[in-house]
């Protein structure tokens, strides 16, 4: 699978790159938003990760691009500076998939990479379809429709909503679903809070996305015995 890096720092991009080439990964590195820019737009790479601080187009600008742009369901792994929520809750916002706050682990990216491409790329395998409502998962398939019409979600929008589904008015805390959706032991909890936001807005009126306050999220709760 190809990988995209960008980052201005090439010692950065060198790092990365050694520690993701041992798993077998191709990678492509760029140093600024245009070259950035050019690369996303030509759709052949499988994942980016794109560093927040980049001059402008900046990764989150870049972000934004690809969810509106040709290529909408590309991961986005975003780097970030440590303790700048607001850039993380941005990047959320935003559409990345997940993102890793510098000073990081080489390695620990890479098992981030790794995460978010076994839930874009999965092994296709007989799975039920879920349904809530007029809202329809295929999960070997990874389509997801309201009314029959196809909706765009990121990788992990999409393992939200299946989630939710496969365990309709069950309440789940934002550390379970951390835990059960992204696979994290720990995290920065509005990353849950952030998805939940973008997938109720994309669901539109067929979303049974119910906040149990003090406890947490819940689909079609509201209708529960």
């Given at each position: 699978?190809?990988?995209?890096?960008?980052?201005?720092?090439?010692?950065?991009?060198?790092?990365?790159?050694?520690?993701?080439?041992?798993?077998?990964?191709?990678?492509?590195?760029?140093?600024?938003?245009?070259?950035?820019?050019?690369?996303?737009?030509?759709?052949?790479?499988?994942?980016?990760?794109?560093?927040?601080?980049?001059?402008?187009?900046?990764?989150?600008?870049?972000?934004?691009?690809?969810?509106?742009?040709?290529?909408?369901?590309?991961?986005?792994?975003?780097?970030?500076?440590?303790?700048?929520?607001?850039?993380?809750?941005?990047?959320?916002?935003?559409?990345?998939?997940?993102?890793?706050?510098?000073?990081?682990?080489?390695?620990?990216?890479a098992?981030?990479?790794?995460?978010?491409?076994?839930?874009?790329?999965?092994?296709?395998?007989?799975?039920?379809?879920?349904?809530?409502?007029?809202?329809?998962?295929?999960?070997?398939?990874?389509?997801?429709?309201?009314?029959?019409a196809?909706?765009?979600?990121?990788?992990?929008?999409?393992?939200?909503?299946?989630?939710?589904?496969?365990?309709?008015?069950?309440?789940?805390?934002?550390?379970?679903?951390?835990?059960?959706?992204?696979?994290?032991?720990?995290?920065?909890?509005?990353?849950?809070?952030?998805?939940?936001?973008?997938?109720?807005?994309?669901?539109?009126?067929?979303?049974?996305?119910?906040?149990?306050?003090?406890r947490?999220?819940?689909?079609?709760?509201?209708?529960?015995?």
């Open positions: 699978m190809r990988i995209l890096v960008a980052d201005d720092d090439p010692m950065v991009r060198e790092v990365v790159r050694r520690y993701l080439e041992r798993d077998g990964l191709e990678v492509i590195e760029t140093g600024d938003g245009p070259a950035t820019a050019a690369a996303l737009a030509r759709g052949e790479i499988d994942l980016a990760v794109l560093d927040v601080m980049m001059p402008r187009p900046d990764g989150i600008d870049l972000c934004r691009a690809v969810r509106s742009g040709p290529h909408p369901n590309t991961p986005i792994i975003l780097l970030t500076a440590l303790g700048e929520e607001d850039d993380r809750v941005i990047g959320l916002q935003a559409g990345a998939d997940d993102y890793v706050t510098k000073p990081f682990s080489p390695r620990e990216l098992l981030r990479v790794a995460s978010v491409l076994r839930r874009s790329h999965p092994v296709r395998r007989d799975e039920p379809t879920l349904r809530g409502g007029t809202v329809e998962v295929r999960q070997s398939a990874r389509i997801a429709t309201v009314a029959g196809q909706i765009d979600l990121t990788a992990r929008e999409f393992d939200l909503l299946a989630f939710l589904l496969a365990n309709q008015r069950r309440v789940f805390s934002r550390d379970e679903l951390l835990a059960q959706v992204w696979g994290w032991s720990f995290g920065d909890l509005s990353t849950v809070t952030v998805h939940v936001k973008r997938l109720r807005a994309k669901l539109g009126d067929a979303h049974r996305i119910d906040t149990v306050w003090g947490g999220y819940a689909w079609d709760r509201d209708h529960a015995d």
